[in-house]
């Protein structure tokens, strides 16, 4: 291993990168191959390609009783599953969001030409504020939608307290929450309804989709037309819908998928715990902790640079990595309300959102999943280790030009 001591180790100021090959957040499980190609062989055989085939049905019936609820309704991605849910449940007015997500939390309200209204987030959970909702809401509010961010539950309790009140539909993102619980209950099984995320590069992959899930048979009903352009039947288009399809490939990628889950699980705790070890007494450098008496997928192994400690900026730490083969990301950098269109519509918005500017500045997600390994994590926390307490000095020789930045930032 590639000891990383002395500053000009580091590859960034001429060092060998530690790792030939590059280390990426992200990298997608398959679960067993053979079990996958032999399911892709039936459905060959069935030649059932999409259309709510068998697999599609049994990936819905696992989902459900996986989360404990009524209904599951696989999609073709989260982004359809949150626009169509919004549409069944909200249809026009000012949607409270937070602004520390993904951007699709946010196009999935405005792409119906509803207005994401972004929220502030709690500093210690990064998940949505219900005090920030409060001061958000306006006569014009016609609903909530919580994130359920690096797979950590909401404020749930305070969040559906506030919906009660103001009759309006409490929704979750819990694109990163498949696998999650939150006070012991499965996440999926909050709000009104639920949407997951099976992306390629999130802890459960079906290559692309994601679905809805909720206990409400109505909303539910609605869903499986508008997911399907509307048809109730042959020839009869019942209501407005689009195609939101997931196919049979992708579930059979999910049922494979779904038998290798708690070793995944695995893999990502032995991950996180590693991290957590070697970065425990790294100062400036704050690892998020996961609740472990709840059920976690560990996806996310997110870190917090405090740059008054360290004296070297979260970007900076993040160019140092990426030149070593590391390609860790800052996360959701630079917030949803610093992005188009609602930077425009929203130029000052960065004013209520303080705790969302201070997360956007400092997150930083790094690698974990099958494709690393424990030694690998522990040559990566090296790097940080040298890069941070060194951190003033490193700024400095950037500052006068010594160096070869790699483009991360
Ligand atoms: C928080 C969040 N919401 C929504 C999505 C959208 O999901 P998809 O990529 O399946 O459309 C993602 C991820 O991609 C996400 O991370």
Redesign the pocket.
């Known amino acids: 291993m590639i000891s990383r001591k002395q500053l000009h180790d580091l590859a960034i100021f001429g060092g060998t990168p530690a790792f030939d090959e590059r280390l990426h957040v992200g990298r997608p499980h398959v679960g067993d191959r053979d079990r996958l190609l032999a399911r892709i062989n039936d459905l060959i055989d069935r030649c059932w390609l999409t259309n709510n085939g068998p697999y599609v049905q049994e990936f819905e019936r696992t989902v459900a009783g996986m989360v404990g609820v009524k209904h599951c309704i696989a999609m073709c991605?989260?982004?359809?599953?949150?626009e169509i849910l919004i549409r069944a449940t909200v249809v026009t007015g000012e949607v409270i969001v937070p602004s520390f997500?993904?951007i699709?939390?946010a196009h999935?309200l405005q792409w119906q030409e509803i207005t994401p209204v972004f929220c502030d987030v709690n500093p210690w959970t990064h998940t949505i504020d219900p005090r920030s909702v409060v001061a958000m809401m306006t006569p014009r509010t016609t609903g909530i939608i919580g994130?359920h961010?690096w797979g950590r539950g909401c404020d749930v309790e305070a969040l559906t307290g506030i919906a009660q009140e103001h009759n309006l539909p409490l929704l979750f993102?819990a694109?990163?929450a498949f696998g999650c619980s939150h006070n012991g209950r499965m996440i999926g099984s909050f709000g009104t309804a639920e949407?997951f995320?099976?992306?390629a590069?999130?802890f459960f992959n079906t290559f692309?989709?994601?679905a809805v899930v909720t206990n409400d048979d109505a909303l539910a009903a609605k869903i499986r037309l508008m997911k399907n352009f509307g048809f109730a039947g042959y020839d009869n288009v019942a209501y407005i819908g689009t195609n939101g399809k997931m196919s049979e490939i992708c579930a059979a990628m999910g049922l494979t998928g779904l038998e290798s889950l708690d070793e995944s699980i695995a893999i990502n705790y032995r991950n996180y715990k590693e991290y957590q070890h070697e970065l425990a007494d790294v100062p400036g450098v704050h690892l998020l902790a996961y609740d472990e008496r709840e059920r976690c997928n560990y996806q996310y192994v997110v870190v917090e640079i405090d740059e008054t400690v360290t004296g070297i900026s979260r970007d900076k730490v993040m160019d140092i990595l990426w030149s070593e083969n590391v390609l860790a990301r800052r996360y959701f950098y630079p917030g949803c309300h610093r992005m188009e269109p609602y930077r425009s519509y929203f130029p000052h918005a960065g004013l209520l959102l303080p705790e969302t500017e201070r997360l956007a500045a400092r997150v930083l997600v790094l690698p974990t999943g099958t494709a690393v390994s424990s030694s690998e994590i522990r040559t990566i926390c090296a790097i940080m280790r040298l890069a941070t307490v060194r951190g003033g000095e490193i700024t400095e020789r950037l500052a006068h030009g010594s160096g070869q930045l790699v483009g991360a930032s």
Do not use: Q
């Open positions: 991605n989260g982004t359809v599953a949150l997500t993904f699709a939390t999935a994130v961010l993102d694109a990163h949407v995320s099976f992306h590069t999130k692309e989709g994601g």
